[in-house]
């Protein structure tokens, strides 16, 4: 459930990082896994997406981004409303496919 008040949020992280060294090539993969222990999931290879809540946990999740972006490459950061989310196109081999759903939230008892 999402409080009045409240708007659920995407928050996308884009990146370009160097791989031609062994090190740049750790240091992606340790991106990449940062960012799925952070909740993020991946959408394409270089474009990984986490729904939030609100625009205050979005805004949390996007610093904590910001902390682990690696010295060298690009790293982009956009937040989304779950409508504008909602209203991407989505191809799978030609084959047009609803964009993913936001999870419900947990309860805790």
Excluded at 9 to 23: A, I, N
Aim: aromatic share 12%; glycine share 6%; net charge positive.
């Amino acid at each position: 459930m999402i409080l009045s008040g409240y708007r659920a949020m995407w928050v996308f992280v884009m990146f370009d990082l160097p791989v031609r060294k062994p090190e740049e090539r750790r240091v992606a993969s340790r991106f990449r896994k940062d960012l799925v222990s952070e909740g993020f999931w991946m959408l394409q290879y270089s474009v990984y997406a986490r729904p939030c809540p609100s625009e205050e946990n979005a805004e949390v999740h996007a610093q904590r981004v910001r902390a682990m972006v690696p010295s060298e490459g690009h790293v982009r950061i956009l937040r989304l409303t779950d409508k504008q989310f909602g209203r991407m196109e989505v191809f799978i081999g030609g084959t047009t496919r609803a964009p993913e759903e936001m999870p419900g939230q947990l309860e805790i008892f």
